[in-house]
């Protein structure tokens, strides 16, 4: 006979590739995770994924199961969502993937107010430049830099945010003012590593400046502004981090500045979970009050 957990580690190998990924993500032992795969091949008479060097490939039998697992999955979650609403007490822990400003700089600052709201609620933030994916379920709630591809997700615009070029007051003082455009020329400049960087609508620089050398480049927004802050060039970075930073002054405001949006992103089926509508909410509060200082 089938059981949750079986189809649980058949849905995990098939989103993050092999046993060992979808052990570490089920939070179990590779061993219980072979066994379950091969207990669920015993019961449904069939193999689901050829065995190889290179890794574990689907079946066609595989393939006629997704669908079903799928909606199993979506029916427990439905389950534990109302279970959620009739105690009462919003419980549990939410996923949320951020770039890494949205996540330093705006939710973390608000997790006492956070906590105060749902002590039963554990929120886990992962803010970083790199792509998580929610349809394997690598997070519950993902904010976005542009909405997903159509499928099992839902997306909502939340605003427009600024994106600024920036100097250290210590490095203005040292290279003189700049009051043009075309005084930007020969000053060094700092921004992220292509190569590791799955959001290019992070590199504002190219954009407001496209084919500018750099100096410094670093995956992490955090590390560019400590290296404006420590006067070793200029970079365009995010206003509502950079603003708040006494050692960092912006330069042509009304000539440099590029405007891009969050998105937030959910999985259709967990939308109306009670612990995620309080993390979206939570985050339409953060958003709302970014736009009051803007």
Request: net charge negative; proline share 6%; aromatic share 6%.
């Given at each position: 006979m089938l059981d949750s957990e079986q189809l649980r580690v058949f849905l995990a190998i098939l989103r993050f590739g092999n046993t060992l990924a979808a052990a570490k993500r089920l939070g179990v032992d590779h061993s219980t995770v072979s066994r379950r795969l091969t207990a669920l091949e015993r019961a449904l008479g069939a193999r689901l994924f050829d065995r190889s060097p290179r890794g574990l490939t689907p079946t066609e039998a595989a393939g006629a199961l997704i669908g079903h697992a799928e909606r199993i999955e979506t029916e427990l979650i439905a389950a534990a969502s109302c279970v959620a609403r009739a105690d009462g007490e919003i419980?549990?822990?939410?996923?949320?993937?951020?770039?890494?400003?949205?996540?330093?700089?705006l939710v973390a600052p608000r997790m006492a107010e956070f906590r105060s709201r749902y002590p039963s609620l554990v929120l886990e933030l992962a803010p970083e430049s790199r792509f998580v994916?929610?349809?394997k379920r690598e997070a519950d709630i993902a904010i976005a830099l542009k909405p997903p591809p159509r499928g099992r997700l839902v997306a909502r615009k939340l605003a427009d945010y600024r994106i600024g070029m920036y100097a250290a007051r210590s490095y203005l003082a040292a290279?003189?003012?700049?009051?043009?455009?075309a005084a930007l020329?020969?000053?060094?400049?700092?921004?992220?590593?292509?190569?590791?960087?799955?959001?290019?609508?992070?590199?504002?620089?190219?954009?407001?400046?496209?084919g500018v050398a750099t100096v410094f480049r670093s995956s992490s927004s955090s590390a560019?502004?400590?290296?404006?802050?420590?006067?070793?060039?200029?970079?365009?970075?995010?206003c509502i981090a950079a603003e708040r930073d006494q050692r960092l002054t912006r330069i042509l405001p009304d000539l440099v500045e590029v405007r891009r949006s969050y998105w937030l992103v959910m999985h259709a089926d967990q939308q109306k979970m009670p612990r995620i509508r309080a993390v979206v909410d939570f985050l339409g509060e953060l958003v709302d009050h970014m736009i009051d200082r803007s």
């Open positions: 419980t549990g822990t939410v996923r949320l993937a951020t770039p890494e400003v949205f996540g330093t700089s994916s929610l349809s290279h003189g003012p700049i009051t043009d455009r020329s020969g000053h060094a400049f700092i921004s992220y590593i292509d190569e590791l960087l799955d959001y290019p609508e992070l590199n504002a620089l190219e954009t407001a400046l496209p560019q502004q400590a290296a404006v802050a420590a006067g070793a060039g200029l970079a365009m970075l995010h």
